[in-house]
């Protein structure tokens, strides 16, 4: 005869049971949600009690006390990236007419300034290394001293300042030194020129000075169209000696000057 063997009986009574089956799991449920949260007040505390020195501040720091702030450039015209294409000359010959300060701004932009929160440029650069520098000669600006004064961009901020390096006449020198008709009262040159040491080290140490000449090349060519869109005039010259011409203007001893842009009203 098979042998049955008795039930255990539930320590606990029927409705009791029933009760913890109920309420046990969103007892628990809930406990677990509040540790949770708890837990990442404590850790978001920590984050923000103690923030880092954002890159703008320390760009801004940086600056030197004698730059001159630009007006803010311009990100509308009435003039599509059509017409200005259709219109775009090379301008060989200019007017006597000083440029203003607003005009200048938006030309330094326009090759290498600052386009969004985090750095990029108005003219691509290869692993994003930015061995362009953009000198400003002024001869006839209005709110300028005579002089060479270097584009300061910004790095990840737009700072869009310019730092004075020399107050200099330099007009009638560089005319006689390079003897160009589109340089003879010319009211301001953009010097363009490139670190090509900076895109080696990008690259490892392996040279890749192309990257540097095309990217000279962007930034040209935005110049040239923003210049047509404000009814001013440009040329893209190589044809100077760079030994001499450094003897004459300032840039650093590890640039290379690869354009002269002289940008004036034309005839």
Do not use: C
Request: hydrophobic share 40%; aromatic share 8%; no cysteine.
């Amino acid at each position: 005869m098979k042998k049955t063997v008795p039930k255990e009986k539930s320590l606990l009574p029927e409705k009791y049971k029933e009760l913890v089956n109920i309420w046990l799991t969103p007892i628990l449920t809930g406990a677990i949600v509040f540790v949770l949260v708890i837990l990442s007040l404590i850790f978001r505390r920590t984050v923000v009690t103690y923030p880092a020195q954002t890159p703008e501040a320390q760009i801004q720091t940086l600056l030197p006390e004698d730059t001159i702030s630009l007006p803010t450039p311009e990100y509308r015209s009435s003039f599509s990236i059509e017409s200005v294409l259709k219109s775009r000359r090379t301008r060989l010959d200019y007017n006597d007419t000083s440029l203003s300060l607003k005009q200048v701004s938006q030309l330094l932009w326009s090759a290498q300034g600052v386009n969004t929160d985090w750095g990029d440029r108005t003219a691509p650069s290869s692993k994003s290394t930015y061995p362009l520098t953009i000198y400003l000669i002024a001869n006839k600006v209005d709110g300028l001293d005579p002089g060479e004064y270097q584009y300061i961009p910004g790095d990840r901020a737009l700072v869009h300042q310019l730092k004075p390096i020399k107050k200099v006449e330099l007009k009638e020198a560089i005319f006689d030194l390079l003897n160009q008709n589109s340089f003879k009262n010319i009211p301001a040159i953009f010097v363009v020129a490139g670190d090509l040491s900076k895109m080696a080290d990008a690259y490892g140490g392996i040279p890749h000075d192309k990257e540097v000449y095309l990217e000279a090349g962007y930034a040209a060519e935005n110049l040239s169209l923003q210049a047509e869109s404000l009814k001013l005039g440009t040329i893209v010259s190589t044809n100077f000696d760079e030994l001499k011409l450094k003897e004459l203007i300032t840039v650093s001893d590890t640039d290379t000057i690869i354009y002269l842009m002289p940008v004036g009203v034309p005839k």
